[in-house]
């Protein structure tokens, strides 16, 4: 769960949840992996499926998630 930093009302979460260590970790984490479906939504053509049935459907998933990997290696090994 992601903190509300909202003025007009309170936060979900406590500053007990908030200062750990954990939670920071966690958030790191959580923007990997947004930023990993927001390209597969996007530039992987992941908005809408064109493909009926759950296995097609995983099969695509899986290979645009292999073309990210693609894209993210080249991009490391230019780094």
Partial sequence: IA???DTRRRSAIDRRTTRSAGYALS?????RIE?????M?????????RFKGRERTE???YLVGA????????RLAAA
Avoid: D, P
């Fill in 3 to 5: 903190q509300t930093t």
């Fill in 27 to 31: 958030q790191r984490i959580r923007k």
């Fill in 35 to 39: 930023e990993v479906w927001g390209w």
């Fill in 41 to 49: 939504k996007t530039v992987g053509g992941f908005r809408k499926t």
């Fill in 59 to 61: 099969m695509a998933a």
């Fill in 67 to 74: 073309a990210y990997n693609l894209v993210r290696m080249a």
